[in-house]
């Protein structure tokens, strides 16, 4: 696992945000160490999807910085940056069984 770093990311749906609430996921620093065991818990709508796309390369922030190990990977395309995410609801997976 890679340390993923958060340099003062923010995303906004709108095209000209004017205000805090124009933003889904407002300015943020945050580190992830490598060998950690992480949640990302909370309400619906609080911006936890978003966030998970946007360190995963389905979407670029509005702001700010996603570095893995240190280096910057906003540019990069989702199967160059050699990460994954697991949705909670299995839809793409609906052909497969789970034991």
Known sequence: ???????????SYSKS??????????QMDHVWHQGGAYALLGPSGCGKSTLLNIISGLLEPSEGDVL????RVNELPPEER????VFQFPVIYDTMTVY
């Open 68 to 71: 893995f190990d240190g280096h």
């Open 17 to 26: 945000p004017s205000s805090h609430s124009d933003y889904a996921i407002r």
């Open 1 to 11: 696992m890679a340390e993923i770093t958060l340099k003062g990311l923010a995303h």
């Open 82 to 85: 050699n990460i994954a995410q």
